[in-house]
């Protein structure tokens, strides 16, 4: 989800999702040791969250990943306490942004040439017809139209 075709489009992504997840998992941490998994408490919390994305300068997509990193601190059951698990959301977003990274600082996408253009490069050429790819087909003759038999 992070890896994009540039580090520069990749660490905007990334940035966005890690405050995201950030602001989730310390909502989460906080309501749900409070309260307990209830639809209600979960709407509250979706909306507090929504108040502090502008407020740490964050864009829809950092919303949106902080509402994953909630629902699942707040609604999934757990064994240890709600700061745990929330530790645990965070720790395993920010290791999977730190990966993509890396892969897209190792392995960038090479800009290849389209599909097009290779086939018309291509040695076997039939009659003509390889350039128009994009072209339909002649359709077929309409039926000639019956006229009206009426004397």
């Not at 999702?17 to 602001?23: D, E, N, Q, S």
């Not at 699942?72 to 700061?83: D, F, K, T």
Request: proline residues 8%; aromatic residues 8%; charged residues 15%.
């Amino acid at each position: 989800m992070i890896t994009q075709s540039s580090l520069g489009a990749a660490l905007k992504v990334s940035w966005q999702r890690f405050v995201g997840t950030a602001l989730g998992a310390v909502v989460g941490a906080i309501v749900a040791s409070h309260f307990g998994p209830h639809v209600l408490v979960f709407g509250a919390s979706v909306f507090i969250l929504g108040l502090l994305c502008p407020l740490a300068l964050a864009d829809r997509s950092a919303y949106r990943f902080g509402g994953i990193t909630l629902a699942i601190v707040l609604l999934i059951p757990r064994v240890g306490p709600a700061w745990q698990a929330a530790f645990h959301r965070f720790a395993e977003v920010s290791i999977g942004i730190g990966v993509a990274l890396i892969l897209t600082v190792i392995w960038p996408e090479r800009e290849d040439t389209p599909l097009a253009e290779k086939v018309n490069d291509s040695p076997r050429k039939t009659n003509g017809d390889q350039g128009k790819l994009n072209e339909f087909p002649p359709s077929p003759a309409a039926p000639p139209a019956i006229g009206d038999e009426r004397s």
